[in-house]
């Protein structure tokens, strides 16, 4: 239904405002409804106008200009659509990817560091254990070296323990020759090589451990 006016009256629709002159000057805005104005007066309905929501699809700065030259000020405008230039979208693109690459990195460098803590923690429970594992062989072979030679000194008369383990130490010498003969892929060089040369390596051990005990007896 459109607007119903007369010379003294007039019928505003809704979502619409009547602009009332008076002697050709903005006097006031009629609301929605039945409205009197007196043309005696002056008073005379110029025109109505729609408050209903628009879209413009101009640019801010053109609309604010253009509506101003004509009386209005654009207080509120709801932006649906905002397509910026080429440019613009690229730098915006641009930065985007460089904050999501630095926080990959970020979190790529606390993954990497969880993983080194955890690989030393590794290497370092590996170790202890491998030097576990190594101090038992090496008790167990002291003790059966040590039965071995108690027994043998018991049932053979007349020997003595540096012998039984002179003997020991050349049927380990042996052994070991074997050993590094089986295997064709081994890189192990056994200096000095010889058989005299055990009864020498046996001596500068209990060299050793006399001078260490001497030393203790000595403090």
């Known amino acids: 239904m459109g607007n119903v006016n007369c010379v003294f009256c007039g019928c505003i629709e809704q979502a619409s405002v009547g602009v009332v002159e008076k002697w050709g000057r903005f006097d006031r805005l009629a609301d929605p409804g039945l409205n009197f104005w007196n043309p005696l007066a002056g008073e005379c309905l110029t025109g109505t ?3 209903r929501i628009n879209s413009l699809d101009v640019k801010i700065e053109t609309k604010t200009k253009v509506m101003g030259a004509y009386g209005y000020n654009i207080e509120h405008i709801l932006m649906v659509d905002i397509i ?3 440019s613009v979208r690229r730098a915006m693109n641009e930065i985007n990817a460089a904050q999501r690459m630095q926080l990959a990195s970020v979190y790529k460098g606390e ?3 969880i993983l ?3 690989k030393a923690e590794a290497e370092a429970e590996a170790k202890y254990l491998g030097g576990v594992g190594v101090a038992r062989q090496r008790q167990a072979i002291t003790d059966g ?7 043998f000194s018991h049932k053979v008369e007349g020997t003595s323990a540096k012998e039984v383990m002179d003997l020991i130490m050349i049927t380990q010498y042996f052994d070991t020759i074997k050993d590094l003969g089986n295997s064709s892929k081994n890189t192990t060089v ?3 090589h010889g058989p005299g040369h055990v009864r020498d390596i ?5 060299n050793g451990l006399m001078e ?3 030393a203790k007896v000595t403090d």
């Open 49 to 51: 106008l729609s408050t």
């Open 84 to 86: 910026p230039d080429a």
């Open 111 to 113: 993954a990497d560091k």
């Open 116 to 118: 080194q803590v955890k």
């Open 145 to 151: 070296l040590r039965e071995n030679i108690l027994n």
């Open 190 to 192: 056994f200096i000095p």
């Open 202 to 206: 046996g001596d500068q051990i209990r």
């Open 212 to 214: 260490a005990a001497s």
